[in-house]
């Protein structure tokens, strides 16, 4: 699992790369918390080279929306696959975040 994190003003894009599962979430959860420190603007998931995500990872994204929205800031999920959409769906998760 790779994370690459690019800031541009009052945004920033976390681009996810592989399987989000209990090994991975904790390998990056260092990285995915740093985000909260932007979560008063935009906080981008890249998800267009995420192959899978597990419930730890899904309580990785649930934290940071829980951060952006105690900020007033937002996080937007972007270019998810037909499978994580499922995940997304069957969680309720279609519902809590901005899907692009």
């Given amino acids: 699992m790779e994370v690459f994190i690019e800031k ?5 894009t976390a ?3 592989g ?5 991975a979430s904790l390998e990056i959860a260092p ?3 740093s985000l909260k420190e932007d979560a ?3 906080i981008i998931l890249d998800c267009s080279q995420l192959e899978y995500i597990s ?4 309580r990785i994204f649930l934290a940071l929306r829980k951060a ?3 900020k007033g800031g ?6 998810i696959s037909n499978e994580i959409r499922s995940v997304f769906m069957m969680t309720g998760f279609l519902n809590l975040f901005e899907i692009q």
Avoid: F
């Avoid at 399987?19 to 090994?23: K, Y």
């Avoid at 937002?74 to 270019?79: A, D, E, G, L, Q």
């Fill in 8 to 12: 541009e003003n009052n945004q920033v």
């Fill in 15 to 17: 681009s996810l790369i």
């Fill in 19 to 23: 399987r989000l599962d209990t090994p």
């Fill in 31 to 33: 990285q995915m918390d």
């Fill in 40 to 42: 008063g603007g935009t």
């Fill in 55 to 58: 419930s730890s990872g899904l």
């Fill in 68 to 70: 952006a929205a105690e």
């Fill in 74 to 79: 937002k996080v937007i999920v972007r270019s």
